[in-house]
């Protein structure tokens, strides 16, 4: 399997097991709808090894550690374990150790797929694979989705209450009065979504902000385009195209286009990725990996249905990160553009020019206006990060 691609379960009980020529700690956890375990128990691993449905298998050192899914024991509400790999030793990276999920049938053993996460570096633990269910069917997923924070970052980001590595708890009481003490007195001015619109205006103040009602429109850089046709919302399915070539012939990057859905204090709602085709209850969807960037067109496509976008999600952020760690500046022709799905209309495009030598770039944000109307910005603005999850943050500032 490849980052991005799932299968089918043929068998209703399975294991995955992950390998590496170092010991690994493997997890399970099950979440629900909204990507969140609904308490501690639902995280499974070697200090809890049951929980409905879900188990985890020591190998003792000898064979590797497995979770097993039995999915006609998995309780109504929950809609996806993902299995979770990181080295034993403390602060060992991902970096040389390629891990292989392998998921069998429970039954024989017999092999039903295998994953192996591509270019790893200083990850310190993974999202390895996940099973999922679909129209009523259950299906795995390869993810591959590394953290630079161990297991605790996983399990942090999922919603379980990391108390129980006692390293881990004094970073958490120290770090907060840092970052939290600038943001809660920043966070006010923005919060009222005021303040969330004047960022539109204001970019679009040197060209005047327009709207569609002349066709495509070609942005610059900060500049703001109104989503509207003949004075009226467009409430209809869009499509955000990313799409970017190597600089350099013969050379492959792996880039990686996602989105943030934010909450109108700029709060983190979700996030849309290579790991998680489909968001706000399929109100965004992904298209799937692109591991080269070969091919005319768009290589990544996100679409958004905005009619369907709930109430509480008011900006989306439109990102594009070096999964392999080549800077900005080795892509060519990298841009991003609207299309109308029902037509195929390009209706806006902003080409980015003048990269800097990052791994992460926010390309563009869909901010709703009181009026219910929706803006784009082209954004342009370069970040150290080659995941979306460390997008998260800044992306957050920027709205």
């Known amino acids: 399997m490849t980052p991005g691609s799932n299968i089918p ?8 097991d992950v390998a590496a020529p170092v010991r690994l700690d493997v997890s399970g956890l099950l979440l629900t709808p909204d990507g969140k375990v609904r308490t501690d128990d639902d995280f499974i691993f070697y200090n809890q090894p049951t929980g409905p449905g879900v188990t985890y298998r020591s190998g003792g050192g000898t064979t590797p550690d497995a979770i097993g899914i039995d999915t006609t024991a998995v309780p109504p509400g929950i809609e996806k374990i ?21 998921l069998r049938n429970a039954a024989d053993g017999s092999v039903l797929a295998t994953f192996t996460p591509p270019r790893l570096g200083t990850e310190t633990a993974l999202v390895v694979m996940e099973i999922y269910l679909r129209n009523g069917a259950w299906k795995a997923r390869a993810v591959g989705q590394g953290y630079a924070d161990g297991l605790a970052g996983i399990a942090t980001d999922f919603g379980v209450s990391v108390e129980e590595p006692a390293p881990a ?22 919060a009222p979504a005021a303040a969330a619109q004047p960022p539109a205006p204001g970019a679009g103040a040197g060209a005047g902000k327009v709207n569609l009602d002349k066709g495509r429109v070609s942005l610059q850089k900060n500049q703001t385009v109104s989503l509207v046709k003949g004075g009226r919302p467009l409430l209809a399915q869009v499509k955000m195209g990313l799409g970017w070539e190597p600089a350099y012939r013969g050379k492959d990057i792996d880039l990686d286009a996602s989105v943030i859905a934010y909450g109108p204090q700029r709060d983190h709602v979700d996030s849309c990725y290579f790991g998680k085709l ?3 209850n399929g109100a965004i969807k992904h298209s799937g990996d692109n591991l080269t960037g070969e091919g005319g067109g768009d290589d990544e496509v996100i679409v958004v249905d905005l009619g369907r976008i709930p109430q509480e999600v008011s900006g989306l952020v439109f990102t594009v990160n070096s999964f392999s760690g080549q800077k900005f500046t080795e892509v060519a022709k990298a841009y991003c553009r609207l299309i109308d799905a029902a037509t195929g209309e390009e209706l806006v495009r902003f080409d980015l020019t003048n990269a800097e030598a990052q791994t992460g770039v926010m390309m563009a944000k869909l901010v709703r206006q009181f009026s219910g109307e929706w803006d784009m910005t082209a954004m342009g603005e370069f970040v150290k990060s080659r995941t979306v999850r460390g997008m998260v943050k800044p992306a957050a500032k920027a709205l």
């Open 82 to 102: 993902v299995v979770t790999a990181s080295p034993d030793a403390a602060g060992q990276t991902f970096q040389g150790i390629e891990p292989t999920a392998t």
């Open 278 to 280: 489909s968001i706000l």
């Open 9 to 16: 379960l043929p068998v209703t009980h399975v294991t995955v």
């Open 169 to 190: 708890a004094p970073p958490q009481p120290v770090a907060p009065p840092q970052p939290t003490a600038p943001p809660q007195p920043t966070a006010p001015p923005p």
